[in-house]
């Protein structure tokens, strides 16, 4: 038993996500094989370099032994370790033993990722991604908030946002800002890549994700639109999930009576509207918090209990312009947990990951209570509610910074 009294696993899987792991040669061995990692490893000043390179390709994902999603995160001062080769097994291993230790696997590079569609272009390029047993489609990458400035003159994008800026990165899926359709030729080299990404290996659920528009109605027809091309090749009617930001109310119904999506997930972020309007300015502009909320809530009333979902990016209510204590912060957030799941919507919990000045243990240690008495807490307030989240939305092999579906399968 742990401190946190978390499942072990899920507790394990927290060791993890905040520690990191630091380089050996069975790590970077195991990138040649491996789904890579969008974050290379970047060697610390001083640390053993076997490389000679400041940084380097590593893994994205690993899974434990009893299939607990793991995402790596490069870290020379962590005391976990990769030892091992492909042939004789990968393990985790800290201290001085390295004969034993944890095996793990690494999540394997895809065949298809290394293929081209039919017109020659580079499949891992066509808008299609995995997440263990995810796959994520995303033809529209751009977000129109980027584009879009507030009255002190900075773009609208959410403030923790690196994703979503309509730059040459995402120049070949032909999106144009404003502009509700895609070109054909880009529904068709997702369509082929997914067709052979299903084909090649296990995939449970398929998520739609996409840049916002500034008109949510507009935003709507999209997603009806990338929803039939991913239905025209998911012959075995894989659960697929609708991740377009809040819809107006005769778009969401047009949308549910489309019978295109099993799940919707609107990301709402952040709970409570000060907060909304500072994280998420160009989603409180361009639909408005109480709205966003108006949506999920009839959202829940149309696809029904566990079919409705929040991304929430848990622990940004840390940022010092926010000016909470973590304790505060949990406390918000469980308020959030408990009037969304009262309305029916399941809300997941993202671990928010800093970038740039707050790399020191006070921080991460105030982050880790947040995130792991958010959890327990959580847990209770879904059984309280009768919630649970639906296998076809997603689940413990594909949920790599999130724990509800680790709380949910573990012991306590
Ligand atoms: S809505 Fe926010 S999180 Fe989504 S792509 Fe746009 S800026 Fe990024």
């Avoid at 409705?308 to 947990?337: F, K, N, R």
Wanted: hydrophobic residues 35%; contains cysteine; proline residues 7%.
């Amino acid at each position: 038993m742990n401190d946190s009294h978390l499942p072990p696993s899920a507790h394990f899987k927290v060791d993890l996500m905040f520690d990191g792991l630091s380089y050996t040669n069975a790590l970077g061995a195991a990138a040649e094989h491996a789904f890579p990692n969008f974050y290379p490893y970047r060697f610390l000043p001083g640390e053993a370099n076997p490389t000679g390179l400041p940084k380097v390709t590593i893994p994205y994902l690993f899974t434990l032994e009893d299939g607990t999603l793991v995402r790596v995160k490069g870290n020379g001062q962590s005391p976990w370790r990769v030892e091992g080769s492909l042939d004789d097994g990968y393990r985790l291993v800290s201290g001085g033993d390295t004969s034993s230790g944890k095996p793990i696997q690494f999540e394997p590079l895809p065949r298809w990722m290394t293929q081209q569609t039919r017109d020659g272009f580079p499949m891992a390029q066509a808008g299609v991604s995995l997440h263990g047993d995810m796959a994520v489609v995303n033809v529209a990458p751009g977000c129109d908030y980027f584009l879009q400035k507030g009255d002190k003159g900075g773009s609208l994008r959410c403030v923790f946002c690196a994703y979503g800026a309509p730059n040459e990165r995402v120049q070949h899926y032909g999106q144009m800002p404003g502009k509700i359709s895609l070109p054909d030729i880009t529904y068709r080299r997702m369509q082929e890549t997914l067709e052979a990404a299903i084909g090649e290996g296990e995939i449970n659920h398929i998520y739609l994700v996409g840049g916002s528009m500034t008109d949510w109605r507009d935003e709507g027809e999209r997603y009806l639109e990338m929803g039939k091309a991913v239905q025209q090749v998911n012959s075995h009617r894989i659960p697929l999930s609708c991740g377009s930001g809040a819809l107006p109310p005769d778009m969401l119904q047009r949308v549910y009576d489309s019978g295109l999506f099993d799940n919707v997930c609107f990301n709402l972020e952040i709970w409570s509207e000060p907060l909304f309007a500072k994280v998420c300015p160009g989603k409180q502009k361009n639909v408005g918090y109480q709205r966003w909320l108006s949506a999920l809530s009839q959202a829940a009333k149309l696809w029904g209990k566990g079919h409705v979902y929040s991304a929430m990016v848990a622990g940004i209510e840390l940022e010092p312009e926010y000016h909470m204590t973590w304790e505060q912060a949990c406390d918000l957030a469980i308020e959030g947990a408990e009037a969304l799941c009262a309305m029916g919507v399941i809300p997941i919990y993202s671990l928010y990951w800093p970038t740039g000045g707050r790399d020191h243990p006070e921080y991460f240690n105030r982050l880790r209570g947040f995130f792991e008495r958010l959890n327990l807490v959580y847990r209770e307030i879904r059984q309280h509610h009768g919630l649970t989240v639906d296998p076809g939305f997603m689940c413990h092999r594909c949920a790599y910074m999130q724990l509800e579906c680790d709380m949910d399968r573990g012991e306590v």
